[in-house]
């Protein structure tokens, strides 16, 4: 079972900022598109943001402009930067790994979900 790895969640006032890290392993990292998820409580799970092999980006529109997704392909990580937060940020953040258009949209998740890392941005 491949397994997802993610880091980097915290506690943090409105306004700051979080990296989050999700690291996983070369073969997945080198052939998929991956992916950050959240789910706030009482929510359904949500594509925050994707990103492809060659680097395109797609983003959640309660996102865009303030959070950053990117991947480091010699460490098999996916990052994501999270700015200007808000309360309603707040979530399990999630990572996985797809097939997606090679825009980044139309990101659909094969992975098995793991633990995930908790965010809260307190007002």
């Known amino acids: 079972q491949v397994q997802l790895v993610e880091s980097g969640g915290g506690l943090v006032q409105a306004g700051g900022s979080l990296r989050l890290s999700c690291a996983t392993s070369?073969?997945?990292?080198?052939?998929?598109?991956m992916a950050w998820y959240r789910q706030a409580p009482g929510k359904q799970r949500e594509l925050v943001a994707a990103?492809?092999?060659?680097?395109?980006?797609n983003y959640a529109d309660s996102v865009k402009g303030r959070f950053a997704i990117s991947r480091d392909n010699s460490g098999n990580t996916v990052y994501l930067q999270m700015n200007s937060l808000k309360p309603e940020d707040t979530a399990v953040y999630y990572c996985?790994?797809?097939?997606?258009?090679?825009?980044?949209?139309?990101?659909?998740?094969?992975?098995?979900w793991g633990q995930g890392t908790q965010v809260t941005v307190s007002s």
């Open positions: 070369r073969s997945i990292f080198s052939i998929y598109t």
């Open positions: 990103i492809t092999r060659a680097g395109n980006t």
């Open positions: 996985n790994y797809g097939a997606s258009h090679s825009s980044g949209t139309n990101f659909g998740p094969i992975g098995s």
